[in-house]
């Protein structure tokens, strides 16, 4: 175990965990973008910064910064809320409608951008190039059917040539991820429309109610793990009332 200091209050965490949860075990809760418990640190968003005051001077982003015994860290050092304070102004302008970059920036006592107009030129930006779909699409679905197109203002994350995307198995995974809701996941009849990624995937229908739930592409998983194969085909809320009717029989039986 490791013991830091954080904010005045002493801190016991396992070594080598991250500075970010050391902070969050303190009942601090910091601003985070491009972190996710499932994914290896990134370190892309800069919202997470704090300063280690002891034994050395250093502004970190906790999010991929190892705990060490004795650090002394302040979260809320001026030079932390600072840089936290500009990172937030940059995305309010390049975010203008985003709630969530906006109740995230009121937190941190931001509520006005004193950069001009989106730099990406759509107002209605939602995409703060955290990454966290790029990498859980390629890191834990294995697809990598997205990517990061392009430089400086014109950088963005999209299917290559920002078209149909065969590697793309519409498994939800980076609109579930997204913390700005920018990726919209739409299932209309039997399509489920991914329109940041162009892409269209078809969806196969549950046997006993009809509805359209499963992509088709994703079939390949209940060959990988036998244990979903045997409830693969029928839909969630079938499979729920399948469920319940067999607890209620087993009940009956025992009464
Ligand atoms: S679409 Fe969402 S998850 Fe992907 S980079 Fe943009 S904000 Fe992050
Ligand atoms: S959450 Fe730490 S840099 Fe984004």
């Known amino acids: ?28 809760t910091l601003p985070t973008l491009c972190h996710h418990d499932a ?7 800069r919202l997470c910064l704090v300063m280690i005051i002891a034994p050395y001077r250093a502004l970190v982003a906790s999010c991929t910064y190892p705990v060490e015994e004795g650090l002394v860290v302040q979260t809320h050092a ?9 990172t937030l102004e940059a995305l309010m302008s390049r975010c203008p409608r985003s709630d969530v970059i906006s109740k995230m920036a009121e937190r941190e006592g931001v509520t006005a951008s004193r950069f001009g107009m989106p730099s990406s030129g759509n107002a209605d930006e939602l995409c703060v190039l955290c990454g966290l779909c790029v990498r859980v699409c390629r890191d834990l679905i ?20 920002n078209m149909h995307s065969d590697a793309c198995i519409g498994c939800g995974a980076c609109a579930e991820v997204c913390p700005t809701g920018a990726i919209r996941m739409e299932d209309r009849g039997n399509q489920r429309i991914l329109q940041a990624w162009n892409t269209c995937i078809t969806l196969s229908a549950c046997p006993e109610c009809g509805r359209f739930f ?35 029989n087993a009940g009956q039986k025992t009464d």
């Open 1 to 28: 175990m490791a013991t830091l200091t954080i904010n005045g209050t002493s801190v016991s965490i396992p070594q080598g965990a991250l500075l970010l949860r050391a902070v969050e075990e303190a009942g601090i």
């Open 78 to 86: 001026p030079e932390a809320v600072q840089a936290r304070r500009l």
């Open 142 to 161: 294995g697809a990598a059917a997205i990517e990061f197109i392009g430089r400086g203002s014109e950088r963005r994350v999209g299917a290559p040539f």
């Open 214 to 248: 499963a992509p088709e592409p994703t079939r390949f998983l209940k060959d990988m793990f036998p244990e979903i194969k045997a409830c693969w085909n029928v839909c969630p809320e079938c499979r729920r009332q399948k469920t319940s009717r067999q607890w209620l």
């Open 39 to 45: 994914l290896a640190p990134y370190g892309a968003c």
